[in-house]
């Protein structure tokens, strides 16, 4: 891999990663001159914008600070500390694995002193990008600022050919595509002050939008991307500038967040980190980039990848030793990894089962002898004798109203203005408190001392928009709270490599990567199994998967008897097109319902590393994801081959044809599909496979490999 380099030219600073370079003006107010491809960004180029025609690099507002006329109205820009501040010395830090941290020191009025950083890690076109401020002479108080801008977008004039792609968020709908040009966000050549922002508040930091986007240039040919690696609130902003497009974003500010922080003297604030990158090409090159960005310094390597048996649809909450041993059973000899005990193992049962008890117990984390007369230890012990890997759910930031943790440690939850913050029956613990991190460390190393060696953190409820955080805003409360969640994870991982960690918040709420780069895996959503769900859930998938890597993308399979053959294959292909976690009564599927179950497990074990590394393709008509009336595609692609499911849905189309993205031109490829027969096998990269569904609600995938090949060690 090639490493990152910086160059000086005079003021002039100009960081190179792998093809993407970024110069910098730092004469003065440090100034955004160009990012781009660097062959389309030449000596002279660069040259003929030097001197700061773009504007400043981060956009700093401290409260009683002016803003001129211009920048009135709904952005933030021209921030007045911002333009008060001047470069007092940059410095390079060269890093173990390669990479380069570019720090540009500055400093303003009132003992203003701030810090810019960039971050270039081998092999990776993206750079990270954060601030630091600091208050070294009075208290400052800090209403805005940016993590990191890209500015002198659409310089060319015309910003009909400028689109803005989004993926919304929300339970069972998450990274929905929104794609538009930026006229149809107000934003326009002359006289405009316009922007257009998200602002998410609270500690669901993905459940309105995701936080990744691209802003796609068809007229030059070059897509931008940025990713907000937060926890907690962030915001993004679109906006005109001088017959230009700018882009910011980071943690939340004042006006729409709920944010603000007082640094006191000698204090400082250091902003959520976001991932900027540019490619030549579509929205889809910008996905490449972030994907490949993802693997090699976001994802932690996983240490097992083998498929997952969830129990929660099997008993909904009404799990005891019977019903494990039926499915544990039911698992034998299927080649399945991992089974999941998943809510309710800690309350006590009900004749109904009902929902209460499991909720409102929720952070009382012993087990109930009722379900588990033997003990959770011994439990482990069984489905490890099973040849099963013990797996267990939790929701640890959280305690149930009716919970003992409740009643005998009040001052553990988190409060604003003086009362508790509860939210449908749970109050939230208070992770800035060190005592509290610990009872947290000592019931995961507990667990994991009984044998559990996979922990799926689910997150059902939030905290908005955040606890109280005096002298600060409740905003900078959440932010906190997620890093101490951060910390209890990234305290677990050290203490325990070998056990696999899962990032749910009921499915999709916390997609973002600053979880995702500290724990293995990730809910794609919930979506697969409500009300019928499952039949828009490949729309869904193919969506997620631009913003979570394949590799860590959870995604459910869950079986049921009343299903057809036809049917059983559409939810196991979804299953397939990422982490397979199956679900389900599997203990009383018929003889074809399992045959085909046992498949699909061999099937996702021998294609598991083609996950790694992998990027992701849409094929065949987009459509609403409510909508299930096509015959659609989502290929997963990477060095080792591709990996294909391919879906019909309520439409009279049954065959579809698909040139592959990742395989190799004119190389021959051997090819393999679930269910067996559905292709030929082998294919020649460049041309078209065809396959063909004659059932409704009916599904194939295909893994393909070169033949001369054999990439199956992934790093």
């Not at 955004?32 to 507002?61: C, M, N, T, W, Y």
């Not at 899962?502 to 979506?527: I, M």
């Amino acid at each position: 891999m090639t490493r990152p380099e910086l160059d000086a030219d005079g003021s002039l600073l100009l960081l190179s990663t792998a093809g993407v370079v970024h110069a910098v003006d730092i004469a003065g107010t440090a100034r955004q001159v160009a990012f781009g491809p660097s062959h389309r960004l030449g000596a002279e180029e660069l040259k003929s914008v030097r001197g700061g025609r773009l504007g400043a690099e981060v956009e700093l507002q401290l409260a009683g600070d002016d803003r001129p006329l211009p920048q009135h109205g709904s952005r933030w820009t021209g921030c007045g500390s911002t333009e008060s501040t001047t470069v007092q010395s940059h410095r390079a830090e060269r890093l173990g694995d390669g990479g380069l941290h570019v720090v540009l020191s500055a400093s303003g009025d009132q003992g203003l002193e701030m810090d810019l950083h960039f971050l270039a890690r081998p092999g990776s076109s993206c750079l990270t990008r954060w601030t630091s401020v600091r208050a070294t002479e009075v208290p400052l108080t800090v209403d805005h600022v940016s993590s990191g801008m890209l500015r002198g977008l659409a310089a060319h004039g015309d910003f009909d050919a400028l689109w803005l792609h989004t993926y919304d968020g929300g339970w069972c709908w998450e990274g929905t595509l929104r794609s538009r040009p930026v006229t149809d966000i107000a934003l326009y050549p002359e006289s405009c002050i316009n922007a257009w922002s998200v602002e998410t508040t609270g500690s669901w930091s993905s459940k309105h939008v995701l936080p990744f986007y691209v802003l796609e240039d068809r007229a030059a040919g070059i897509s931008y991307g940025m990713q907000v690696d937060a926890s907690a609130g962030w915001r993004m902003e679109v906006g005109a500038d001088s017959g230009t497009v700018y882009t910011q974003a980071g943690g939340p500010n004042y006006a729409g967040g709920h944010w603000r922080h007082v640094l006191g003297r000698g204090e400082q604030l250091e902003t959520v980190p976001v991932v900027v990158g540019a490619v030549e090409g579509d929205r889809a090159e910008v996905v490449d980039a972030f994907h490949r960005h993802r693997w090699l310094h976001q994802a932690p390597r996983e240490p097992r990848r083998g498929v997952v048996y969830n129990e929660y649809h099997a008993t909904m909450n009404t799990l005891d030793a019977s019903t494990v041993a039926a499915q544990t059973a039911a698992l034998t000899g299927t080649g399945v990894e991992t089974f999941v005990l998943d809510a309710g193992w800690y309350s006590p049962q009900t004749p109904e089962g009902e929902i209460a008890t499991w909720w409102t117990l929720a952070g009382d984390w012993t087990h109930d002898e009722s379900r588990f007369p033997a003990g959770m230890k011994a439990l482990a012990g069984d489905l490890s004798d099973a040849g099963l890997v013990p797996g267990i759910w939790l929701e640890p930031e959280v305690a149930g109203v009716a919970s003992r943790l409740v009643a005998e440690h009040p001052d553990w939850l988190l409060q604003r203005d003086g009362r508790p913050l509860l939210d449908a029956g749970r109050a939230f613990l208070d992770l800035r408190q060190p005592q509290v991190r610990d009872h947290l460390a000592g019931v995961l190393d507990g667990l994991v001392d009984h044998g559990y060696a996979y922990v799926k953190f689910d997150y059902n409820t939030e905290v908005v928009p955040g606890p109280d955080a005096m002298p600060h805003g409740p905003g900078q409360g959440a932010l906190e709270l997620a890093a101490g969640w951060q910390a209890v994870l990234d305290g677990l991982r050290a203490r325990h490599p070998h056990v696999v960690l899962e990032n749910c918040a009921s499915g999709g709420g916390r997609t973002s990567y600053g979880l995702l780069s500290r724990t293995h895996l990730g809910s794609v959503s919930d979506h697969g199994h409500w009300n019928g769900g499952w039949r828009s859930f490949p729309n869904v998938l193919r969506a997620v998967l631009d913003v979570l890597h394949p590799s860590q993308a959870v995604s459910w399979a869950v079986l049921e008897p009343d299903l057809s053959l036809a049917e059983t294959r559409y939810r196991l292909v979804t299953g397939l097109l990422g982490r397979m976690t199956l679900s389900g009564p599997v203990d009383r599927l018929d003889e074809d319902q399992r045959a085909l179950m046992v498949e699909a497990v061999a099937f996702a074990n021998a294609s598991a590393d083609l996950l790694a590394k992998a990027s992701v393709r849409r094929h065949g008509p987009e459509q609403p994801p409510h909508r299930t009336e096509a015959l659609t595609a989502l290929e997963v692609f990477s060095p080792a081959g591709c990996l294909l499911g391919v879906w019909r849905q309520d439409t009279e189309d049954d065959r579809l044809r698909v040139r592959p993205h990742g395989l190799r031109e004119g190389q021959r490829h051997h090819v393999q599909t679930f269910p067996a027969g559905a292709a030929p096998r082998e294919l020649v990269g460049g041309s078209e496979l065809t396959l063909h569904l004659p059932d409704r609600f009916d599904a194939v995938a295909v893994a393909v490999r070169p033949v001369d090949t054999d990439c199956r060690e992934a790093t």
